[in-house]
């Protein structure tokens, strides 16, 4: 053999990489269920994570913050506080008796949710809270909520302790003087809302004006 087949090395062969073969049709479909079915796995995990974590019941800053001490006088003029009625669901409105349509319409879907809810209707009381002190004397108030629930308490009391009470409760009130300009004539803006207040005093729910007595006797009910 001469020197050059003596260097001569053998070449070393590539090993042919053999050309993918196509994936079957059922192959495709079975990785796509499997692909769906990690996905679906996936999400019912998360789902399950969240179920379990604890429920953050503290009520919102705003709600918290609706209700309060007040001191006023009722329609049959006796001082009353926020004590006299503990141990009793609230149900509170801010109107005057002068109000043409919203406060009248207000106190009597009051009644009738009451009435909706029968017997268990006991356990509630409603209450009519004057915006209006410089007109809506005892007297006054007495003779008014003789058209609405047998049960309801008006209260009233001087203009500082009303404004007391309207602030516990975040209730807006306000004088609109009528085009005469008689200053013993004239009409309230003020808020319309239905409160629900619990047997400690503590803030339960609100119905905004309108909201119906069959509705308003639903929400009551969770409470009873």
Not at 15 to 30: D, M, N, Q
Not at 44 to 57: F, H, L, N, T
């Amino acid at each position: 053999m001469t020197k050059a087949g003596k260097g001569k090395t053998r070449r070393s062969q590539k090993t042919a990489v053999p050309e993918s073969a196509p994936i079957k049709p059922f192959l495709k479909g079975r990785v796509g269920q499997i692909a769906v079915l990690l996905v679906v796995g996936f999400l019912a995990m998360i789902v399950y994570r969240i179920s379990q974590s604890p429920i953050d019941k503290t009520p919102a800053p705003q709600a918290a913050a609706i209700g309060g001490p007040f001191t006023l006088v009722d329609h049959e003029n006796r001082p009353v506080t926020v004590d006299y009625f503990k141990g009793r669901l609230m149900l509170v409105y801010f109107g005057y008796t002068f109000c043409p349509d919203i406060c009248p319409t207000a106190l009597t879907d009051m009644g009738n949710a009451l009435g909706i809810l029968g017997e268990a209707a006991d356990k509630v009381t409603p209450v009519f809270i004057t915006v209006d002190p410089d007109r809506d004397t005892p007297e006054h108030l007495k003779e008014y909520l003789k058209f609405f629930h047998p049960r309801m308490v008006g209260l009233t009391g001087t203009p500082e302790q009303t404004a007391a009470a309207l602030k516990a409760y975040k209730v807006y009130a306000a004088k609109a003087l009528v085009e005469r300009g008689d200053a013993d004539d004239y009409l309230m803006d003020h808020t319309s809302i239905i409160y629900l207040m619990g047997p400690d005093g503590a803030y339960k729910a609100h119905f905004s004006h309108g909201v119906g007595a069959e509705d308003m006797a639903k929400g009551i009910q969770k409470f009873l």
